[in-house]
C-alpha cells in the first residue's frame, strides 16, 4: 500500500521521501520504482507530512523512531498514521508523535492501493489536525474527515467516541522561489 499511494503523490508532483535502511531489496524496489527518494531517517523531520502506512505491529515502532528527529526540527511535521491499529495504540502513537511537538492524525486507508485509471482508496481522517490532510486530495488522493453518511466530522461525532476512525494531512513548502511539495512517506513496506 505505502508504494502505491507514494506513487500516486509522485504522479500528482509531490516529492516524496521514504527511510530505505534496513529495509529489504524488494521494498527499497517497489519505493524505487513509485519515485520516491531514499533520504536518512534525519530527514523526515523536514518533510511536511509523514504518512505512516506499515504493518500494524510496526506503527508505534516508527512512531518511537521518528520522534527523536520530529523533536529536534523546528518546524514540526505532521504525523498520519494510516495503519489498521488499535484505538490504545493509536493513543500510544499520539503521545508519543505528540511529546516530539508534532500534530498527530489519526487516518485509516479504505480500498486497494491505488492504481492508474482509478481514483484509489478513501482516506479518513479524524482528531483536531484531520481537515490539514485534505491538501492531499489536491494531489491525487481522496481525503475525507466525514464518515459516509455523516454531516459532520467524524471526530467531532459523539457516538463515535472511544472508536478509531482514519484522517490525513499535507502543507506546501517554498524552498527559494519556486513551490515545492514535500510529503514524507515513512513506512516499511513489505
Known amino acids: 500500500m505505502g508504494a502505491a499511494v507514494g506513487a500516486r503523490l509522485v504522479e500528482h508532483g509531490v516529492e516524496v521521501w ?16 513509485a519515485g520516491m527518494l531514499g533520504v536518512d531517517a534525519r530527514q523526515i523531520g523536514a518533510a511536511d507530512v ?19 528527529v520530529m523533536r529536534e526540527t523546528a518546524r514540526k511535521p505532521i504525523y498520519a498514521d494510516c495503519n489498521a491499529v488499535s484505538p490504545q495504540t493509536v493513543a500510544a502513537i499520539a503521545a508519543e508523535v505528540g511529546a516530539a511537538g508534532a500534530r498527530f492524525v489519526d487516518a485509516g486507508i479504505i480500498g486497494g492501493p ?53 484522517r490525513a494531512l499535507c502543507n506546501p513548502k517554498t524552498a527559494d522561489s519556486e513551490p515545492r511539495r514535500r510529503s514524507s512517506l515513512s513506512s516499511r513496506m513489505v
Open 50 to 68: 509523514v504518512l505512516s502506512i506499515v504493518p500494524p505491529g510496526e506503527a508505534v515502532a516508527l512512531a518511537r523512531s521518528l520522534s527523536p
Open 114 to 166: 491505488p492504481k492508474p485509471g482509478t481514483p484509489g482508496p478513501l482516506i479518513y481522517t479524524s482528531g483536531p489536525h484531520a481537515p490539514a490532510l485534505g491538501m492531499l486530495a489536491q494531489h491525487g488522493l481522496r481525503i475525507s474527515d466525514r464518515l459516509p453518511h455523516r454531516t459532520r466530522p467524524a471526530s467531532r461525532n459523539p457516538t463515535l467516541t472511544g472508536r478509531r476512525f482514519p
Open 18 to 33: 521514504t527511510v530505505l535502511a534496513g529495509r529489504s531489496p524488494a521494498s527499497a524496489a517497489r519505493a524505487e520504482a
